[in-house]
């Protein structure tokens, strides 16, 4: 199997499985499997991570010592069945106005790895990337993996108001604000993209699985 997972029960209806503590793809493919293969049990709902996930169940209708029998059982199949797959990522493409009162941290961005801000925009559009997970507030995808080349460490004093639609940078994850909020992520862009819409039947622009390419736009637009 290759991993050992950690199972721990970490209140009286929820169980926690670690599979590991890093961003990768194919620890995401083996969470969102087992995600899937644990949706047979009698269970309420299971939140993942990068690189975990929490089975929420009902404390009545299981046994302990069971259940955790049960879910182990299912996580053994299910990582010696894995496989990753060919299947044509589907793509989400999102239009972004780069530096300036759009992207205040452009600057900083560039000066921290001793590039030019036209260089962390070619750098950053030239890749797309994973929806690992949303959370946060309702519509914030987690997304990466972004290069060395400008990957970057979040704001130390996090700001009180972060625009709707701005894109930020934190490590080597990216993300975009859906709503206007708190934030500390370096924000280089912004996009008018709606991600989150809560008067839809399906209110979110992106789920975990999306890639996401952005594409630049002129300022003035």
Not at 64 to 75: C, G, L, N, P, T
Not at 144 to 161: C, F, H, K, M, N
């Amino acid at each position: 199997m290759g991993i050992e997972a950690k199972f721990s029960f970490v209140s009286e209806s929820s169980l926690l499985i670690e599979i590991s503590d890093k961003i990768d793809y194919e620890i995401s493919e083996k969470i969102n499997a087992l995600s899937l293969a644990l949706k047979k049990l009698d269970i309420i709902d299971i939140t993942i991570s990068y690189s975990s996930l929490l089975v929420d169940f009902d404390p009545l209708r299981h046994n302990f010592d069971e259940f955790m029998s049960e879910v182990k059982a299912i996580y053994n199949l299910t990582m010696l069945s894995f496989s990753t797959t060919n299947k044509e990522p589907n793509i989400r493409e999102v239009f972004v106005k780069f530096g300036g009162q759009f992207g205040p941290d452009l600057k900083y961005v560039a000066e921290f790895h001793g590039i030019s801000e036209e260089e962390v925009i070619e750098e950053f559009t030239s890749k797309i990337y994973k929806v690992f997970m949303l959370g946060f507030t309702p519509g914030f995808a987690y997304m990466g993996i972004l290069s060395d080349r400008i990957a970057t460490p979040r704001l130390p004093v996090p700001r009180l108001v972060v625009e709707a639609g701005s894109v930020g940078i934190a490590g080597n994850q990216t993300g975009i604000y859906p709503t206007r909020s708190p934030g500390g992520w370096r924000i280089i862009g912004r996009t008018e993209q709606v991600m989150f819409s809560p008067e839809k039947e399906d209110p979110f622009f992106l789920k975990p699985s999306d890639y996401v390419r952005f594409i630049r736009i002129d300022c003035e637009s």
